[in-house]
Each structure stands twice: as C-alpha cells, then as structure tokens.
C-alpha cells in the first residue's frame, strides 16, 4: 500500500467522524456526563459517616493489588458505553451508503480516484477500530474527573490515599479490556455489519426495513421449506451471550480471536461485505 494510497483512506476516515461525530463522540459523552451527575447526586445523598468508611474500604480492598488483577471490576462501569457504541453503529451502518447514494456525494467521491473498496472499508474501519478509540478516550476523561472528584472526597474525610491511586490504575488498565471487548465483539458480529451494509447500498428506501424484513422472508422460507431453524439459532447463539465477546481477562483475547466460530463470522461478514461492495456500484 503506497502512501497515496494511505492518506486517501486516512481523509475517508476522517470524513466519516466528522459527518458522525454525534455517534462516535456525542454520545458517550453523554452518558459520561450522566454517569458523572447520577454518581455525584448519590455520593451527596450518603451520610458523611457511612461516606468515609465506604471511601476508607474502597481503599483497602485495592490497596497493593496488580492492576490488570482489578481491570475487571471496572468494566461493570463498561456497559452503557458498550451498549450505546453498539446502537450507534448499528444506525451508522444501516444508513452511511444509503445516505451517500441519497445526497449523490456517491457521485463526488466515484469522480475522486477513491474505489467502492475504500470507501466501504472506510465504513467497516470507523466502527470496528476508529469508533472504540473515541469511547475509550471519553471513558478515560470519565475516570479522570471522576479521580479528581474521589480524591477531594477522600481528602476532606482524611482517607489513606495509597489504594485509590491502585484503584485508578485499575480504571487505566481496564480501558485496555474495553477496547480490546469491543474488537472483539465487531469481529464476533461481522456477519450484523456486513448485512446492514449491504442493505444500506442496495435500498432505495427504508434500509431497515428491508434488512429486517428480508432477514424474517429468509427464516421463514427456511422454517417453511426445510422445517429446519438454523439461521435463528446461528444469529440467537451469536448474540445471546455477551460471554462470548467481551473480554475481562487479558489471557483469554487470542483465544476468542482465533476460534472457529469467530473466524466463520468474520468470512460470512467479508461476504456480506464485497456484496456491498458490489451493490453500490449500482446508483440512481
């Protein structure tokens, strides 16, 4: 890959963040700041007393503990965020090429020597590795004002201020099982993002509906033909358990990597995905 070639990706990068910086920095922040407030209000209802010895605990229990030990804890606090970076791409997909094809940018971007290729993988590249990063660095900016805010708290109680130091090191390393969680979970879901891209090229209108209801028109002609279920359950087995993707042990990333049906998906999602690749080669 030239270096021509990698700051033409690197501009179609750029584009997609800045047309979708409400889904990618807007709304985790968002929810840090709702966070941020719902922790505060409920720190203020406590009673002094029962404060410092929460405080005086919180201390102790990480006080000398490794870390990457603790990391897991904190990603309990993971959760909005992962769900809001799950919603948020999921209506980035289903709508960025029907959205190009509509305001006929398609139409600049195929007079630029930009391919289908680029322009799609921009896509895929945006949610699986460049949009985790803004979620990382806003849960970070969380937990460094909400450091700030402990250590006055912990200060104006006279705490020993030794394990909350360990305690946000943990907070630090768990922002490493975040972003690795949310890899893992696009890789694990490649199939969904193929799928929503494709529909996203090929609909005139209405992208969701169409990939939603050809989604049920395929598991109910399969039910209908073959009396068999596999489609339903394939996708139920893929989603059901967020076991499967998110990460709480550092030890355990290459081995949900490199399994059999994490590799599967990411196949049947790079089909999905040429197929958009394809379609969108076809325009108004």
Not at 20 to 28: D, E, Q, V, Y
Not at 184 to 197: A, D, R
Request: proline share 3%; hydrophobic share 60%; aromatic share 16%.
């Amino acid at each position: 890959m030239d270096r021509f070639t990698i700051v033409q990706f690197y501009a179609l990068l750029r584009r997609e963040v800045l047309e979708h910086r409400n889904l990618f920095i807007g709304a985790p922040a968002v929810v840090a700041l709702l966070i941020l407030v719902a922790t505060s209000w409920v720190a203020m209802q406590i009673d002094e007393t029962q404060l410092a010895e929460g405080l005086s605990y919180i201390s102790v229990l990480f006080d000398g503990l490794s870390p990457f030990d603790m990391a897991p804890f904190f990603m309990l606090l993971a959760i909005p965020f992962m769900l809001t970076l799950y919603i948020c791409s999921a209506i980035y997909l289903i709508n960025t090429l029907f959205q190009d094809r509509k305001e006929m940018s398609i139409l600049f971007w195929q007079s630029m020597p930009v391919s289908n290729l680029q322009t799609v993988l921009s896509k895929v590249f945006t949610v699986v590795i460049v949009a985790p990063i803004f979620y990382v660095l806003i849960i970070f900016a969380m937990y460094l004002i909400g450091m700030i805010l402990l250590t006055i708290l912990v200060v104006s109680n006279e705490v020993d201020l030794v394990g909350i130091g360990w305690m946000f090191l943990a907070a630090i390393a768990s922002l490493v099982l975040i972003y690795c969680s949310a890899l893992v979970t696009s890789l694990w879901l490649l199939p969904t993002i193929g799928w929503l891209l494709l529909f996203s090229a090929f609909a005139k209108k209405t992208p969701l509906l169409w990939a939603g209801g050809v989604f049920i028109l395929v598991g109910f002609f399969e039910d209908f033909i073959f009396g068999t279920q596999y489609l339903a359950n394939w996708v139920q087995s893929r989603a059901a358990n967020p076991n499967q993707y998110l990460i709480f042990e550092f030890q355990s990333l290459l081995e949900r990597i490199f399994n059999y049906e994490t590799l599967f998906g990411i196949v049947v999602g790079s089909v999905l995905i040429t197929g958009a690749v394809c379609m969108r080669r076809f325009t108004d």
